[in-house]
């Protein structure tokens, strides 16, 4: 596979920080470089995502977590990009472009950052998706146009499934445990995250995990040609 002069997308998605890094780096550089992206299987996913946030919007802060500084949950779903990352303290081709799910505006000026998950998996830790915050946070704070902004706290919400509820075909519906999961802040972690990240990208093509199936079921299927 030749690398073509100049990639076909220069701007890095926050959940490839998470999700991309933690799996195969070689799907990660085809889709940077050549705009060709693994298609996933998420059903359900952006539905409860659009609920749980259509849920929360103008909501107090406290309300969500007694540690949250006084506030109300201004924006969702926008897009934020940040200016071209640096890293080592030279400027590279690379920006952060991403859709947030909540922001509060802090009554003390500040802003919060909150990522909405429905979920009952072991790893909604604040550590797995700290990179994938920050990218958001980065982007608030080092902005491609307008004012920057100071985040103060980000986190996930969290909605894991527990029971059916309801009595007829009107009213059915899930119930949810919810938690707050605080993330601290930590951009020093995020910059070298991403440092690795844009090292990844502008090496060569890395090679294939060797225990995805998808990637065995292509090798194996080209075999048969
Ligand atoms: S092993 Fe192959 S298909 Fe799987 S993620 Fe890596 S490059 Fe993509």
């Known amino acids: 596979m030749i690398k073509p002069a100049k990639p076909a997308r220069e701007n890095i998605s926050p959940s490839d920080l998470t999700f991309g890094l933690s799996t195969c780096k070689r799907c990660l550089w085809i889709k940077y470089w050549f705009k060709v992206t693994m298609p996933g ?42 200016k071209p990352l640096v890293v080592h303290g030279a400027e590279t081709r690379w920006r952060i472009l991403g859709k947030y799910d909540l922001v509060a505006t802090n009554e003390d000026g500040t802003i919060g950052l909150i990522d909405c998950k429905v979920s009952d998996s072991q790893r909604d830790s604040g550590q797995f998706y700290s990179p994938q915050l920050e990218a958001y946070a980065y982007s608030l704070e080092n902005p ?82």
């Open 41 to 82: 299987q998420f059903p359900l996913v952006g539905t409860m995502a659009a609920l749980q946030e259509e849920h929360f919007q103008g909501a107090d802060m406290p309300t969500i977590d007694p540690s949250l500084r006084p506030g109300k949950v201004t924006k969702w779903g926008e897009w934020v990009k940040s």
């Open 144 to 225: 491609a146009a307008g004012r920057a902004q100071t985040v103060a706290s980000i986190g996930l919400l969290v909605w894991k499934p527990t029971t059916a509820i309801g009595t007829s075909v009107d009213n059915y519906g899930f119930g949810v445990f919810q938690k707050y999961v605080p993330v601290e802040r930590d951009q020093a972690n995020f910059l070298t995250v991403i440092g690795e990240f844009i090292n990844v990208l502008e090496g060569e093509l890395p090679d294939a995990g060797p225990e995805c199936q998808t990637c065995n079921y292509i090798v194996a299927r080209n075999a048969l040609d």
